[in-house]
């Protein structure tokens, strides 16, 4: 009976000593898996008021540095969208822009400077050298073939440009590519067989609409036998028709003299018929500088070249 009960006691004592042991398993099983939030301290609340948490993120628009090519970009104000960069790669190609305005052709230039000197200088056409004569024949050719004329008096445009930039003012002969030899017995005096002394000068008056006036002018020097000018008062005409567009015709109506010492001249003196029809074909006008075109007997191409001749305006409305 005693022993039986010891037993049971003992069974007892071992069963509470196998539950102490799975508890403490349990307990630290627990606290190594608990989770992070259950094992801290509950984070300090933040007001909604308070400042707030700047990300460590920090976006710069002032500039970004690569650390590739160390290129140094920056964004400027008012520049739309798009950057500036400091780094030659990027740097905005030189345009190849034409100039507005073309080169002016080399014998141009020539040409418009040395009529200016003649101009000034008061030098007669028959008292250039013939080294001098050709070279402005070479330039007066090139400037006609390499160069279209700045006002196109072939078109009613044209002409309308032409008319408006010729009337009112006066035009000197300054030069002429014509060394032909004149038969004078027939009264004719061509560009390059002028009267020793003398030049032409044509005096256009006003239009009205394609018609108008005109001076063909003898000018002499008072070294000549006292001879100033002869004058024929003219009439004057640009053909807009389709045959010779552009062609000045002028026509002598009356002839005047400004002679000391000298009258009775002849009909037809230096030319000077009335009623003898002229003509001008523009080949090239660009309201300073005006170049004809002619042609010999014996079909060779001439040109005359007329300078405006502000001297003689000033002269003439006195």
Known sequence: MIIPVLLLLLLLLLLAADIRLVDGATTSFNNQH??????????????????????????????????????????????????????????????NKPNDKPKELFELQELSAQLETIKKQNILLQNLSKEKSDELSNYVKAVVDKTDSPIDTKTSFGTAKFVAQVENKSWRMIFSTDNSNIDKSKGDVAPGELPYGSTVILRIGEFMGTDGSLDYVLKFSKRVLGLNELVANSSCSVDIGPVNPGVFTFTYEDIKTNIFGVSNLPVGFFGLLKGRVNYIDTVWFDGERWIERNYLENGDVIYSVYVRDTEDEKEYKK
């Open 34 to 95: 608990q989770p992070a939030f259950l094992s801290q301290s509950t984070p300090t609340r933040v007001s909604p008021r308070s400042t707030k948490i700047i990300p460590s993120r920090v976006f710069t628009t002032a500039s970004t540095v690569s650390s590739k090519d160390d290129t140094t970009t920056q964004l400027y104000a008012g520049s739309g969208f798009g950057s500036k960069s400091s780094s030659p790669s990027s740097s905005k190609p030189a345009t």
